[in-house]
T-cell receptor, first 111, second 115 residues
Framework: GENVEQHPSTLSVQEGDSAVIKCTYS??????FPWYKQELGKRPQLIID???NVGEKKDQRIAVTLNKTAKHFSLHITETQPEDSAVYFC??????????WGAGTKLIIKP | DGGITQSPKYLFRKEGQNVTLSCEQN?????MYWYRQDPGQGLRLIYY???????QKGDIAEGYSVSREKKESFPLTVTSAQKNPTAFYLC??????????????FGPGTRLLVL
């Protein structure tokens, strides 16, 4: 079936360093890949997304890369700050216009 | 996402009781979704609706029911058949996914607890 694997489940980085979260998807027909940030007790919020006709997209300190051949995509956060601490979810478009979600990565920024 | 509201923020259910969670959006979105999130876990799809008067089961629909009588409203009922309903329930909406999936915007969530 359709699935998205997300790694690592927990990532701890020093403030100012970079963080990378990776996701692998199974459905070769997937064409939309969003990333959401969820702070404790809050709703998930879209931080960046990419479509299959693009290989990379940047928005200030955040970037997403997509490798359709290998069926994986990654979130890159540079110059991490304390407010980046949260759980990050990746997703890939599935059949019936659903999103297939990764299990989430808890990002911890150490001062 | 400020155009999606959920109520109540907290809901307490007694054993054997049906409870209904409200989700309203003023974004003129065609598609709406209900997710369940257990502590420390990801999102699991309960039901979704792409158009008024039509909805489909997600991965964990058992024990839940929905209706979509109006474009802006997609209430979720947690029935007594759902034996472990304690979770954080999130509603989302998106524009009509015609050419592929579109961005989903989430409401603030309802936390359901069993007494």
């Amino acid at each position: 079936g359709e699935n998205v694997e997300q790694h690592p489940s927990t990532l701890s980085v020093q403030e100012g360093d970079s963080a990378v979260i990776k996701c692998t998807y199974s459905d070769s027909a997937s064409n939309y890949f969003p990333w959401y940030k969820q702070e404790l007790g809050k709703r998930p919020q879209l931080i960046i997304d990419i479509r299959s006709n693009v290989g990379e997209k940047k928005d200030q300190r955040i970037a997403v890369t997509l490798n359709k051949t290998a069926k994986h995509f990654s979130l890159h956060i540079t110059e991490t700050q304390p407010e980046d601490s949260a759980v990050y979810f990746c997703a890939a478009s599935g059949s019936n216009y659903q999103l297939i979600w990764g299990a989430g990565t808890k990002l911890i920024i150490k001062p | 996402d400020g155009g999606i509201t959920q109520s109540p923020k907290y809901l307490f259910r007694k054993e054997g009781q049906n409870v209904t969670l409200s989700c309203e959006q003023n974004l003129n979105h065609d598609a709406m979704y209900w997710y369940r999130q257990d502590p420390g876990q990801g999102l699991r799809l309960i039901y979704y609706s792409q158009i008024v008067n039509d909805f489909q089961k997600g991965d964990i629909a058992e024990g839940y029911s929905v209706s979509r009588e109006k474009k802006e409203s997609f209430p979720l009922t947690v029935t007594s058949a759902q034996k472990n309903p304690t979770a954080f329930y999130l509603c989302a909406s998106s524009i009509a996914p015609t050419g592929g999936q579109e961005t989903q915007y989430f409401g603030p969530g309802t936390r359901l607890l069993v007494l």
